[in-house]
């Protein structure tokens, strides 16, 4: 399990959620016979009788879901980072004894994960994960766009996951343990780079103000 001081601990399901489906790429993590295994995948969550799930599919040439099933596994989601410089620290004038740190915004799901082959479940999956994905970016593209013997190829080469999500944690380091005229200043350095990165980790930083 994560290390988190309390003040780093955001574990509402409600706010987590909304970002899982915003960042749905997820490193997720299986162990088999004292081997680790990785894998890189978007996963979409849903509920049902108040039980979470991710689901997702690897390639059938993927070694991870070659064996049984996975008693524990963890899909992590990296939603937001940046360096933190001693320079965006208003206190660091009258303090000198401070050092840098990275802040971040992540997601760690656990629980056991079963593998699916099952041609009508992978077939309805990659449905709802390229409607939902279409739909960000604007666009109408549909599987049915595509020639059915083509896509029945693409479904033999894959083969579907569902994590029964048993604890779902939050961190959000972002310089909690500072005072609020370092919040601002960190803020004032985080838009003055005018980075992707920086601009992704913005939004947080303000919601502490």
Do not use: C
């Amino acid at each position: 399990m994560t290390y988190r001081p309390p003040y780093f601990r955001v574990d509402d399901p409600e706010r987590l959620l909304p970002l899982v489906a915003a960042y749905p790429l997820a490193t997720l993590v299986t162990t088999t016979n004292d081997t680790i295994a990785l894998t890189h995948l978007p996963l979409l969550s849903f509920q049902v009788d108040g039980a979470l799930y991710l689901q997702g599919h690897v390639a059938r040439k993927n070694d991870q879901w070659q064996g049984p099933a996975a008693a524990a596994a963890a899909a992590i989601f990296r939603i937001a980072d940046h360096y933190m410089s001693p320079t965006w620290y208003a206190t660091k004038a009258q303090n000198p004894r401070t050092v840098p740190t990275w802040d971040y915004v992540a997601i760690e799901a656990r629980g056991p994960v079963r593998w699916i082959e099952d041609r009508d479940w992978l077939a309805a999956f990659v449905r709802r994960l390229t409607d939902s994905q279409e739909a960000r970016v604007g666009r109408d593209w549909s599987v049915d766009d595509a020639p059915n013997d083509y896509l029945e190829s693409q479904y033999a080469a894959i083969v579907g996951l569902e994590m029964r999500v048993e604890s779902m944690i939050g961190t959000f380091k972002l310089n909690q343990n500072h005072p609020p005229e370092n919040i601002r200043s960190i803020i004032e350095g985080l838009e003055a780079q005018g980075t992707p990165q920086a601009q992704a980790l913005l939004p947080f930083m303000r919601d502490l103000l």
